[in-house]
């Protein structure tokens, strides 16, 4: 199989063993921009998937890059926690100048963390899934990447394990923004009582997961990030016209970061 291209917003496709047509495509109210989740970016997504014209993983790199930007942080090492995160932690190992190694290493031989019926579980769940490469980390300072803190459980123990394992010190920073806002458009986010950014333990969320410091990245930063090369592509295009671009003004949803939805809420 090939990449062929995107199905656009609203629009309704035939594919036959011969072509792909257009049947339709349903427009938007005038003036309303388009509103993808950005949390396919950030996480739900493959990061070989193509969204807009762009790669998920280059996405990803640029948000590491962005958060180093605004939390670089004196350390030795840049790691992440494998490795749906690891795109944003080589970009911010890269901005920083600092060497990206692995500390963890996967045990492929235990299921998933988030499935277990309650916290503790989870959290045994996670001390079993990883290995610790203890050479490559101790005696020095280690910034972890991760994409997402979403409750705070899991980060605990593995910060735990970093420091008996020899970590002199151990750093979290975030490759995107806190869930602070419940998604109605069919993403099982917890409820607001359940976020961690929600909860009293936030406004000393290092000190409650064990870390020494913990940085997420901007709202403005992960947009920024998102559609930096769709801006570059449509200026480009535009310049290579004699009229304007018919296409809409650029939109992403960051209701469950900002509580502000795309369409209004009918209770």
């Known amino acids: 199989s090939r990449y062929y291209r995107e199905v656009l917003p609203g629009e309704i496709v035939k594919i036959s063993r011969y072509d792909v047509q257009t049947l339709d495509v349903v427009p938007r109210p005038e003036g309303d921009p388009s509103a993808f989740c950005i949390f396919e970016y950030v996480y ?11 790669m998920v993983y ?11 930007i605004e939390a670089p942080v004196e350390a030795d090492l840049v790691s992440t926690v494998p490795e749906s995160a690891t795109p944003a932690a080589l970009g ?4 920083c100048g600092l060497p990206y190694v692995e500390v963890l290493c996967k045990n492929r031989y235990v299921g998933r963390t988030f499935i277990q019926p309650n916290m503790r579980l989870r959290q045994l769940g996670v001390a079993k899934k990883f290995g610790v490469l203890s050479d490559n980390f101790k005696g020095k300072r280690v910034v972890i990447i991760d994409d997402s803190i979403v409750r705070g459980n899991t ?8 420091r008996e394992s020899g970590a002199k010190e151990v750093h979290i920073r975030v490759a995107s923004p806190p869930i602070r806002f419940p998604c109605y458009m069919g993403i099982n986010i917890p409820t607001k009582e359940e976020l961690i950014a929600n909860r009293p333990e936030f406004h000393d969320l290092a000190n409650y997961i064990g870390a020494d410091s913990v940085v997420y990245l901007s709202v403005e ?10 801006k570059a592509r449509r200026e480009n295009e535009n310049s290579l016209k004699t009229q304007k671009s018919r296409v809409g003004k650029i939109g992403h949803c960051t209701a469950c970061l900002t509580g502000e939805y795309p369409v209004e809420l009918e209770w």
Request: net charge positive.
């Open 92 to 95: 911010y190992a890269q901005k």
């Open 221 to 230: 930063g992960l947009v920024s990030s998102v559609q930096e090369s769709i």
């Open 58 to 68: 280059s996405v990803r790199r640029r948000c590491g890059q962005q958060l180093a």
């Open 44 to 54: 739900f997504a493959r990061p070989d998937s193509i969204f807009e014209g762009q």
């Open 155 to 162: 980060i605990s123990p593995i910060i735990k394990l970093l």
